[in-house]
Antibody
Framework: EVQLVESGGGLVQPGGSLRLSCAVS????????MTWVRQAPGKGLEWVAN????????HYVDSVKGRFTISRDNAKTSFYLQMDSLRVEDTAIYFC?????????WGQGTLVTVSS | DVVMTQSPLSLPVTLGQPASISCRSS???????????LNWFQQRPGQSPRRLIY???NRDSGVPDRFSGSGSGTDFTLEISRVEAEDVGVYYC??????????FGQGTRLDIK
């Protein structure tokens, strides 16, 4: 069974940084794009970023461009979201998911709270 | 960006009765390869999203056959033939034809009357 496990969330002040991780198992990790999606408290789903299998092509939603960086380590079957210059509006549960368009498997999510 | 508009946003349903959720996109979701990248997700209370349907009408493994997806172009529908208690949650459509960004509908909250 495919498993995705996020970690790295927590409370951070505005302007601070966090690095989220997603460990993926029982999946052909190196062959697929990977995606981060977030959900603000009580709100809907928002696509954040994805990364192609080779790690070179990356895409971001406009609101995080220049502040967030997605990366991956195929040897560790893990991918990451480095979040810098965090804002209050980045407060959300961050989910990792498999695929670029498919989003067929999801992690349990990790909560990021940006507050002073 | 492609705007996805769901209706209704709230859907109270009697157990055993059918339910239907509409999703409309601001432009056609037919991609140049002939596929239409429209997925449906279910999010039960306190859980992660779960994909139910991919590319308009393909049901995921383990998804009950009372769930079905249909549509084309800009108009899509998720139907539940007979609602059960475990179907309570929020349903989202999502397009991945015109990206970035991938965009989701606002969500439709289904509960039991």
């Amino acid at each position: 069974e495919v498993q995705l496990v996020e970690s790295g969330g927590g409370l951070v002040q505005p302007g601070g940084s966090l690095r989220l991780s997603c460990a993926v198992s029982a999946f052909s990790f190196s062959s697929y794009s990977m995606t981060w999606v977030r959900q603000a408290p009580g709100k809907g789903l928002e696509w954040v970023a994805n990364i192609k299998p080779d790690g070179f092509e990356k895409h971001y939603v406009d609101s995080v461009k220049g502040r967030f960086t997605i990366s991956r380590d195929n040897a560790k079957t893990s991918f990451y979201l480095q979040m810098d210059s965090l804002r209050v509006e980045d407060t959300a549960i961050y989910f990792c998911s498999t695929g670029a368009w498919s989003l067929g498997n999801w992690g349990q999510g990790t909560l990021v709270t940006v507050s002073s | 960006d492609v705007v996805m508009t769901q209706s209704p946003l709230s859907l109270p349903v009697t157990l055993g009765q059918p339910a239907s959720i509409s999703c409309r996109s601001s432009q056609s979701l037919v991609y140049s390869d002939g596929n239409t990248y429209l997925n449906w997700f279910q999010q039960r209370p306190g859980q992660s999203p779960r994909r139910l349907i991919y590319k308009v009408s393909n049901r995921d493994s383990g998804v009950p056959d009372r769930f079905s997806g249909s549509g084309s172009g800009t108009d899509f529908t998720l139907e539940i033939s007979r609602v059960e208690a475990e179907d309570v949650g929020v349903y989202y459509c999502m397009q991945a034809t015109h990206w970035p960004p991938i965009t989701f509908g606002q969500g439709t909250r289904l509960d039991i009357k």
